[in-house]
């Protein structure tokens, strides 16, 4: 209803522009600040390293849910833009990743559980058999468990198929 109606944050009241808006307190109400963070941190994956505040260094870690075949989030950050896109079809999972200057990410990628699959970075094929399969200077393997791959990367755009 809320996003029907143009808002792009949570309003303190569902239904604030019926029901009493002359008194209306927030149009960005913090009791739903969980829901927000949910979208930012679990499901487009952008969340923060605690051990380097202000997004010096940020944790990738999208996780698709149920039936979505899609999500996106973006936040300015003191060293510019940081961007989150992935979609999923027919068994292939992109990620869209913009990681603003100086600074630095650790991307964890979803993968199937039991099954073969091939990472590439921009069509470059980078991990393949459970193992890394090519080199980059700004993408960097870091580790793998049942159902993701890890990799550190630098700033910049990146592309990321998992198939």
Known sequence: ?????????????????????????????????????????????????????????????????????????????????????????DGVFTLNLLIPANTTATVKLPVPEGKEFTITESGRKIFEKGKVAGKSKDVQYANSEKNSVTFAISSGRYLFTVK
């Open 1 to 89: 209803y809320m996003v029907e109606k143009g808002a792009t944050t949570m309003w303190e009241l569902w239904n604030s522009d019926t029901e009493r808006p002359d008194q209306m307190n927030s149009r960005n109400h913090f009791a739903y600040g969980s829901v927000g963070q949910w979208y930012f941190q679990y499901l487009a994956g952008i969340r923060p390293d605690f051990d380097q505040p202000g997004f010096k260094h940020t944790l990738i870690a999208p996780i698709p849910a149920g039936n979505l075949t899609w999500a996106e989030a973006s936040l300015q950050t003191g060293y510019g833009l940081l961007s989150s896109r992935w979609d999923r079809k």
